[in-house]
């Protein structure tokens, strides 16, 4: 069997993402959340990373919509609660307000990779 640290850090995510989880590391060096998964820490530099499971919720930092002639749809930054940002979208919305609080879940399009987007919990804002 293949130590996790043997594999590359993008197979580990897609993984994650195989099974309903967004995972991202957290660095048993600075206590720190790192995401995109990385070789090593960001902020520090140790390999000391682990892998966990992200509870997916979080608060919008962002949030753009972009105009296309066929239909408009919204790139947004999301603030994880357990420390880390990330860029995705919220579906069934199109100008999601900042400061509203999502839910992520992975969705899986035929022919293309499993991808994470949000949610608006609807009534929350942060």
């Known amino acids: 069997m293949t130590d996790i640290h043997e594999r590359a850090p993008y197979q580990r995510y897609l ?3 195989a099974r309903g989880a967004l995972v991202y590391q957290h660095c048993k ?3 720190r959340a790192v995401f995109y998964l990385r070789p090593c820490c960001p902020a520090c530099g140790s390999v000391q ?3 966990r499971d992200s ?3 979080g608060t919008l930092y962002s949030s753009s919509v972009i105009y ?3 239909h ?3 790139i947004v930054l999301v ?3 357990e420390g880390f940002r990330m860029m995705s979208t919220v579906v069934d919305c199109e100008a999601p307000a900042i400061g509203a609080r999502v ?3 992975v969705e899986q399009l035929a022919g293309q990779e499993p991808r994470v987007v949000f949610e608006l919990i609807e009534g929350v804002v942060a």
């Open 103 to 105: 839910k992520g879940r």
């Open 79 to 81: 603030d994880l609660d």
């Open 55 to 57: 509870q997916r919720l």
């Open 29 to 31: 060096g600075c206590q």
């Open 72 to 74: 408009n749809y919204n």
């Open 49 to 51: 990373l682990v892998l």
């Open 15 to 17: 993984e994650g993402l």
């Open 68 to 70: 296309d002639k066929e």
